[in-house]
């Protein structure tokens, strides 16, 4: 059974900092792009983070640049969204989700994603 499963969610006070996992199972990661989303109360999903398959080159929403930042752990089949200075904008359920690459279309955009993982919840309150 192919499936993601985040993980490391939680609730911290502003300024703090979490660190997401992404783990495929199923599947290898390294082949897919892989992306990180968010969806705020009230508010519709977006791109968070996007990472590539080959040579695993990085994007991020300007909102979130310089304060997070997207890995892959290869041997462990996962891959980190490390979120430092976090503020309540980033109040969230953060979902990953993968995509095979193909040929014309952009792999680290929503309507992209093959598989999707159920989501974490990261609430950033004082």
């Known amino acids: 059974q192919l499936q993601l499963v985040e993980s490391g969610g939680g609730s911290v006070q502003p300024g703090g900092s979490l660190r997401l996992s992404c783990a495929g199972s199923g599947f290898t990661l390294d082949y897919y792009y892989v992306a990180w989303f968010r969806q705020a109360p009230g508010k519709e999903r977006e791109g968070v983070s996007c990472?590539?398959?080959?040579?695993?080159?990085?994007n991020y929403i300007d909102s979130v640049k310089g304060r997070f930042t997207i890995s892959r752990d290869s041997a462990r089949n996962i891959v980190y969204l490390q979120m430092n200075s976090l503020n309540s904008e980033d109040t969230a359920v953060y979902y990953c989700?993968?995509?095979?690459?193909?040929?014309?279309?952009?792999?680290?955009?929503?309507?992209?994603?093959?598989?999707w993982g159920k989501g974490t919840l990261v609430t950033v309150s004082s």
């Open positions: 990472i590539t398959s080959a040579g695993g080159r990085t």
């Open positions: 989700a993968a995509a095979m690459p193909l040929f014309g279309r952009d792999s680290c955009r929503e309507w992209s994603m093959d598989y």
